[in-house]
């Protein structure tokens, strides 16, 4: 269910995080996190730990892993080129659409919305994950780690998306699951939804103060004009 029920009337594109809100990611990166750790000879974590780290980016999810077995920072750059290798293996087996995921974005498309695509995953990963989980066609424009100068909470993505689109402010609907989201909606002054199933480091997402929260992905649609309106500025 949706905990409010405001409809956005002026929106006229929707940019989306990808962990945690379209997607669990969360086997495919505790399994790379776990044979890293297996292979320097580290303690092991758990998928829960690994869940409650996600969302920050690579780099930090492995410094995260890390400081928890007690190893020192300077496995960092060893550890990384592991964990990459590994996720590469089981990114795809690993990734999973959350339920009502693919049905929603084709009524978004339906409907004539832009979509947009804004993770801190790596960029590199994002063309074959995406394609086996069915979803790139959707997306007018992907942006992850090594696409941008800054990552969320930083607004740069989003002010990429704005500027590529040519939209204002208000017109860019942000939906996300964690405080990062959040964080980079409100710093590019952008509307936002909250998903409240997804990763956001063990903490409720209303601390985060969002403009909706949903608790299923298909309710994003009954705070949406649909059919969309073209608005004139």
């Known amino acids: 269910m949706s905990h409010t029920q405001p409809i956005f009337d002026d929106i006229q594109a929707i940019a989306f995080d990808l962990d945690g809100t379209l997607v669990d990611s969360v086997p495919g990166l505790a399994k790379a996190t776990q044979l890293m750790l297996t292979d320097l000879n580290l303690p092991l974590v758990s998928e829960a730990q690994v869940k409650n780290w996600v969302g920050n980016g690579v780099d930090k999810l492995i410094e995260r892993a890390l400081i928890s077995v007690n190893a020192p920072l300077s496995y960092q750059a060893e550890a990384k080129l592991l964990f990459n290798a590994h996720y590469d293996k089981t990114i795809d087996e690993g990734t999973q659409l959350f339920p009502g995921v693919k049905e929603t974005m084709q009524k978004l498309q339906d409907n004539g919305y832009p979509m947009t695509l804004v993770t801190n995953k ?44 040519g939209l204002y402010q208000d017109q860019l609907l942000f939906i996300g699951d964690s405080r990062n989201d ?33 608790d299923r992905f298909a309710d994003i649609l009954t705070h949406l004009s649909l059919p969309r309106t073209i608005a004139k500025k």
């Open 182 to 214: 959040m964080l980079a909606a409100k710093n590019a002054h952008c509307p936002t939804i909250a998903l409240s199933y997804g990763y956001n480091y063990g903490e409720p997402i209303t601390t985060s103060h969002p403009d909706i929260i949903c």
């Open 122 to 165: 790596p960029a590199k990963f994002l063309p074959d994950l995406l394609d086996s989980l069915g979803i790139r066609h959707y997306f007018s424009l992907c942006l992850g780690d090594g696409d941008v100068i800054k990552l969320k909470p930083h607004p740069a993505p989003l002010f990429l998306v704005m500027a590529t689109l």
